[in-house]
T-cell receptor
Framework: RKEVEQDPGPFNVPEGATVAFNCTYSNSASQSFFWYRQDCRKEPKLLMSVYSSGNEDGRFTAQLNRASQYISLLIRDSKLSDSATYLCVVGLSNTGKLIFGQGTTLQVKP | DGGITQSPKYLFRKEGQNVTLSCEQNLNHDAMYWYRQDPGQGLRLIYYSQIVNDFQKGDIAEGYSVSREKKESFPLTVTSAQKNPTAFYLC?????????????FGPGTRLLVL
């Protein structure tokens, strides 16, 4: 079983749609949680950290359920520019080691 | 501008050759990391360093070596022992302490075997 699992997609949605990505992690000692965005042939860039209370940044909302070891990302009012791969990332300890999911690909179409 | 730089952008390796990928940061970050990404897969940790003159193996260290002689530099050598080196190599750095958990990535180096 992979340590961080995501549905690879691709998710093909029209502009303006709401789309949700899910992620599960296996290590209950995980301490930090992130969503990164990666454009084709580019480096990953931090989209948002994920907190237990849930957090929102504009059209993006992230949720964490520690009991179920589950992380989600909701994108509202999808834009063409949201097309990318979204990586679910989990941090294990103060060494800063991060475990990456394989990513979920989103394609927003006009 | 502060940031992380990697060079070269593309690198070609011949069979049996060692090659070194450069990673430099001027963010004054303490920790640095090397990852490898294969098509359709997530990033896998090769080596990391939390302080100068110290580094630890990640999950796929075989066939690779690193050094951390300066805070701002963390070069990765892909040795001839690495049998499948073709991949996208990403370097990252992080400020240790407080709530600074986020890793910031350089633009990456694509390594191809001739």
């Amino acid at each position: 079983r992979k340590e961080v699992e995501q549905d690879p997609g691709p998710f093909n949605v029209p502009e303006g749609a709401t789309v949700a990505f899910n992620c599960t992690y296996s290590n209950s000692a995980s301490q930090s949680f992130f969503w990164y965005r990666q454009d084709c042939r580019k480096e990953p860039k931090l989209l948002m950290s994920v907190y237990s209370s849930g957090n929102e940044d504009g059209r993006f909302t992230a949720q964490l359920n520690r009991a179920s070891q589950y992380i989600s990302l909701l994108i509202r009012d999808s834009k063409l520019s949201d097309s990318a791969t979204y990586l679910c990332v989990v941090g294990l300890s103060n060494t800063g080691k991060l475990i990456f999911g394989q990513g979920t690909t989103l394609q927003v179409k006009p | 501008d502060g940031g992380i730089t990697q060079s070269p952008k593309y690198l070609f390796r011949k069979e049996g050759q060692n090659v070194t990928l450069s990673c430099e940061q001027n963010l004054n970050h303490d920790a640095m990391y090397w990852y490898r990404q294969d098509p359709g897969q997530g990033l896998r940790l090769i080596y990391y360093s939390q302080i100068v003159n110290d580094f630890q193996k990640g999950d796929i260290a075989e066939g690779y070596s690193v050094s951390r002689e300066k805070k701002e530099s963390f070069p990765l050598t892909v040795t001839s022992a690495q049998k499948n080196p073709t991949a996208f190599y990403l370097c990252a750095s992080r400020l240790v302490g407080g709530n600074q958990e986020t890793q910031y990535f350089g633009p990456g180096t694509r390594l191809l075997v001739l």
